[in-house]
């Protein structure tokens, strides 16, 4: 098992940055695929990012291609997601997801959903004023 804190959530002007962080413990940190989904008032939690749990591959929602990015520190276990030039549909609660890695790996195009992930944070409120 392991337990996931989302945190680093803010308020910020369009344009603007935001790291969010993803603590995990109990199981090892690599022996996992991780997510980030959001979810705005009214509507559905959506994908934003996924990172392979041998961190070769990255995964990112049309939307946030080229603005976010997913990362993760073995040492630190934690995962990040880099927010740049943020906009107001950006805002949302932001969710960080683990999936239990195993063998063989699962298919990639099932991380876009929310099905894999085993273990769910709490949420942090990201909110972008224009």
């Known amino acids: 098992q392991v337990h996931l804190v989302e945190s680093g959530g803010g308020l910020v002007q369009a344009g603007g940055s935001l790291r969010l962080s993803c603590a995990a413990s109990g199981r090892t940190f690599s022996s996992y695929d991780w997510g980030w989904f959001r979810q705005a008032p009214g509507k559905e939690r959506e994908f934003v990012a996924a990172?392979?749990?041998?961190?070769?591959?990255?995964l990112y929602a049309d939307s946030v291609k080229g603005r976010f990015t997913i990362s993760r520190d073995n040492a630190k276990n934690t995962l990040y997601l880099q927010m740049n030039s943020l906009k107001p549909e950006d805002t949302a609660i932001y969710y960080c997801a683990a999936a239990s890695a195993g063998w063989p790996p699962r298919n990639s195009a099932s991380l876009y959903r929310e099905n894999p992930y085993d273990y769910w944070g709490q949420g942090t409120q990201v909110s972008v004023s224009s």
């Open positions: 990172l392979r749990w041998s961190g070769a591959n990255k």
